[in-house]
Nanobody
Framework: QVQVVESGGGLVQAGGSLRLSCAASGSILSINAMAWHRQGPGKQREFVAS???????AYADAVSGRFTISGDIAKNTVYLQMNNLKPEDTAVYYC?????????WGQGTQVTVSP
């Protein structure tokens, strides 16, 4: 079984920055990709960013240019650097790990951006 743990959330003012961390552990076979999703209050869960084991990254339009995903998939870790945060970025941020074809998600970490 794979466990995923996120950390680094918190309260920040608009324009500020936060860095989220994610670590996977357990019976990991082969990680193909890691990703971040988020769910804001009253909103559906949405894709934020992803990175593959070859280093290819992808971003949602809403965060492109402000957020950067990085990490070492070989070490089962990924980060999300969030700059120029906006109140609309307020959400629970979830980290996911694709082990072979199965995705496992963490419990999430709260990010709150005040105006």
């Amino acid at each position: 079984q794979v466990q995923v743990v996120e950390s680094g959330g918190g309260l920040v003012q608009a324009g500020g920055s936060l860095r989220l961390s994610c670590a996977a552990s357990g019976s990991i076979l082969s990680i193909n990709a890691m990703a971040w999703h988020r769910q804001g209050p009253g909103k559906q869960r949405e894709f934020v960013a992803s990175i593959t084991n070859s280093g290819r990254t992808a971003y949602a339009d809403a965060v492109s240019g402000r957020f950067t995903i990085s990490g070492d998939i070989a070490k089962n870790t990924v980060y999300l650097q969030m700059n120029n945060l906006k109140p609309e970025d307020t959400a629970v941020y979830y980290c996911g790990v694709q082990d072979r074809i199965r995705w496992t998600w963490g419990q999430g970490t709260q990010v709150t951006v005040s105006p």
